[in-house]
């Protein structure tokens, strides 16, 4: 960057942003498998059920179920409260709850509400019917939602709760004792017995002799872990129709099946394809063991050349090391490493834009590296990659139609409907963008607010700029900016991209360019946006930028602004 800077005049205060409005690919994509239509209506109700399941938020982290006389003001209460020291939301309920012999409403939507269930199993947890009850739910909330269910044999053997034997055994014969007298359910204790078997099956902790304190350790760690790699990925408000898209997903990622699937999406730069793709992992990243999101994958490549590929494995696996310290020396090693940590595990990943071959062999070389029901997504603007890497499962995302386009377009510029005045303008300049989300974001974010004149200008310039070209649309943006601004977007497009909002301001801020005030405006004008606290920019806005510096002197290099 060159120096001279601090002879201009102050800025004004900084501008707040104007909220992100994302875009919508609207309800044209008919590109599905060809599943016969008997089979989609077949799975029709399935799908919707799991797609609600999904997209439902979670209002807790954990959700414990204990017998109250036994922990309720010992073990339990101990567990809650670290876990509340954690940052963790534990649902424990109160005793005021327990009252008659049906579960209240309010526990059974607190479980179905859970990530994951703690069942404490202590001496007389089967004696409680209400206890039974809520096990009942928390394994078919299991096997239907993924709900991850841990078990801790508090004092008791875990032979016991599995087999039914002892006070368990004795605990069941008295119900059905009961409920036979009663003329109750007699299938109710089938149920709480299979329930008391699938939950003593699965991995948890026995508590026997060891300090209490360190078992309660133990569990809040490994809770804190689960929450971590089942963290969401930040998609921004507001975003229209993003269901139908999981939908689609859905319908290729085949969830039922129990063997390894690959699906790609693939489409146009700036289509939208990274946004499905987290979409879709946030929908579904709960019913898999293992799962990670690899962003970015042609822009780490050429970033760090050589390295890039084996970061990006590191990346992968870093999770699943059994040793913490292990450094990948080639990706050789690194494709070995991939397969043996992740060929036993249900896994969900993402492989974000990848452009070429190479990545998806180094990444996600076959399906055998992977565990039965894994699924693996891919994203990319080159479809021929996905058809030499043998994915034969393809979402083929297509720009807007002009209709949805101008809904698009209008809820960015106007935040609802267009004046009759600005209407035949906002078909017109929509008609520009040629459908692409992006280029509507962009113009959008640029004219709102601005007069008629402002919009007809705008409109005469794409008519005689190459003919509407995309890199076009997306400049006029650039041309807008003072000189201050144009120079912290162009350095942050060739030099900051990904870094922190912090560190930047800081080194641009040593440059006089006001930097609070500048990334505040290219905030306003969408060209970039802020993702946990660092900088971030469209790869298509990046390619813009850096095209404006190449053509500054397209054939001597060193004459260039920025290299």
Known sequence: MEGGRSSRPSRCPARLPIPQIPWDDGDRNKVLPAFTKKRM????????????????????????????????????????????????????????????????????????ESRISIVVFSENYASSSWCLDELVRIVECRDTMGQIVWPVFYKVDPSDVRKQRRRYGRALNDHEERLKSNGGDSEKVKRWRKALTKAANVSGWHLVKQRESNVIRSIVKAVCAQLKNRNQLHIPENVVAMDSHVDRMHTLLDMELNEVRIVGICGFGGIGKTTIAKATYNAFVHKFEYCRFLSSVRESCEKFAESGLLRLQEALIYKVRWDDCLKLHNVDEGMSMIKSRLSKKKVLIVIDDVNQLIQLEKLVGGCDWFGCGSRIIITTRDEHLLTAHNIQSMYRVRRLDRLPAHKLFSSIAFQNYPPLDYEKLSYDIVDYTKGLPLAI????????????????????????????????????????????????????????????????????????LCPDVGIAVLIDKSLITIEYGKLEMHDMIQEMGREIVRRESPKVPGKRSRL
């Open 41 to 112: 209506l077949r799975k029709d109700k399935k799908m919707t059920q799991a797609i609600g399941e999904s997209s439902r938020p979670y209002r807790y982290d954990v959700f414990l179920s204990f017998h109250g006389e036994d922990t309720r003001n010992g073990f339990t209460n101990y567990l809650h409260e670290e876990l509340k020291q954690s940052g963790i939301a534990a649902f424990m309920d109160e005793e005021e709850l327990w009252k008659g012999e049906e579960i209240a409403p309010a526990i059974l939507r607190a479980i179905g």
């Open 441 to 512: 974001k962009i113009l959008g974010s640029f004219l709102q607010g601005r007069s008629l004149l402002e919009w007809k200008s705008t409109l005469d310039r794409l008519e005689r700029v190459f003919n509407g070209e995309i890199f076009s649309v997306l400049r006029i943006s650039f041309d807008s900016l003072d000189d201050y601004d144009k120079d912290i977007f162009l350095d942050i497009a060739c030099f900051f991209k990904g870094e922190s909002r912090s560190k930047v301001t800081k080194i641009l801020g040593s440059c006089d």
